[in-house]
């Protein structure tokens, strides 16, 4: 098989939709399963072993193992995540894979489709070289990282592997630091009544907002006590609020939700147990993604340096922490930027994606 051109590629990838189905996706048929039939097609053509690991229903894993010379390699898995987040709300067609002004637009273009391509296109050019180098090579299209992650837990928990690179625009930087994230759902229940005696009643809505109150009163400064050297101080933002049925109708039910970022040596559960002791009264839901920390003197991050890709931290989460979480040296690392993420007109620069497939490619053939 000829040696994959990133462009062409990524403009494949861009035209399979694999929106992620939490929330309001913006398509009638979300979920991975269409790009995870592409991916296995493609890999198996590299000469890779490969096989499509069901997670939720109908939302597999793309898992590759590449031929090597010799067991007992130690393993190096490339693992940027087949699921975008929603296309509601986007200026552009989200799926045209449109080249224009030197860029590749549409939906998961720079997050990250776009890495997943610079991947795939740099082992389609080695394909002698790939059995004979130190590390035994492994692709993984991981399904569900833009929610629970799902994915990557579960490939964490099958396979044992010694370096993981997940594919993130970090502008071929590598990020070996980075904050974890806490989801939470806060619920008060109170005592629905006619609003023109609202004493004989209890308003759950004022009792989420002195809940809030007293969190950004006491929590807030809180977080201030541990400073990461890289990525600073954990956050704090309520995202959302929603109560009450009608205007003449005390409310008794309120929910409000928080994103919390968490750095490095703090623990989350910790954060959650301090918002439950100053929110008496309220319910309080978590789940969330650990924050990552790998030692950027490890030999891998090393020689990724030398490369180029100089040791950063970054402030969003990513794949890479559920590994290194099961004790496995784990970064980010892969062409774009993380500002055209998420955006409304998605896109990412050509010359950007020829770099990252010429970096990956280089990378692989240090590991002799």
């Not at 991981?142 to 928990?157: F, R, V």
């Not at 040296?329 to 990412?348: F, Y």
Request: glycine share 8%.
């Amino acid at each position: 098989m000829l040696p994959l051109s990133p462009v062409p590629l990524l403009q494949k990838l861009v035209r399979i939709p694999s929106v992620n189905p939490e929330g309001d996706p913006g398509v009638d048929d979300p979920g991975e399963m269409a790009l995870a039939i592409v991916l296995e097609k493609i890999l198996s053509d590299l000469g890779a072993d490969v096989s499509l690991r069901e997670i939720l229903p109908g939302r597999p894993n793309v898992v590759a193992r590449f031929p090597s010379d010799r067991e007992g390699k130690p393993r190096l898995l490339f693992a940027p995540h087949t699921d975008t987040v929603s296309v509601a709300g986007m200026t552009i067609d989200p799926f045209c894979g449109e080249v224009r002004e030197g860029r590749v637009w549409g939906r998961g273009a720079s997050d990250t489709k776009g890495s997943m391509a610079a991947m795939i296109a740099a082992l389609s050019r080695l394909p002698e070289m790939i059995p004979t180098l130190s590390h035994e090579i492994w692709f993984a299209g991981l399904m569900g990282e833009e929610s629970g992650q799902h994915g990557a837990k579960a490939l964490a928990s099958e396979e044992k592997f010694d370096f993981v690179i997940a594919g993130e625009p970090t502008d071929l930087k590598t990020v070996h630091a980075h904050k974890g994230s806490l989801w939470l759902t806060l619920t008060a229940h109170g005592k629905a009544v006619h609003a023109s005696a609202p004493e004989q009643g209890e308003n759950a809505i004022y009792m989420m907002t002195s809940a809030i109150q007293r969190i950004r009163e006491q929590v807030l400064p809180d977080l201030s006590k541990t400073l990461h050297p890289l990525l600073g101080y954990s956050t704090l933002s309520v995202g959302t609020i929603r109560g009450g049925s009608k205007t003449n109708i005390v409310p008794d039910y309120c929910e409000a939700t928080l994103d919390v970022r968490v750095v490095p040596g703090e623990d989350p559960l910790r954060i959650v147990e301090l918002i439950r002791q100053v929110s008496p009264g309220i319910e309080v839901a978590h789940l969330g993604s650990t924050p990552l920390y790998t030692d950027p003197a490890h030999p891998m991050i090393a020689k990724l340096s030398s490369l180029g890709a100089v040791p950063i931290g970054a402030p969003w989460f990513c794949d890479a922490a559920v590994f290194a979480a099961k004790g496995v040296a784990s970064v980010a690392l892969g062409p774009g930027s993380i500002a055209q993420a998420h955006t409304a007109d998605e896109w990412i620069d050509c010359r950007d994606l020829e770099s990252g497939a010429d970096f990956f490619e280089r990378f692989l053939r240090t590991l002799v």
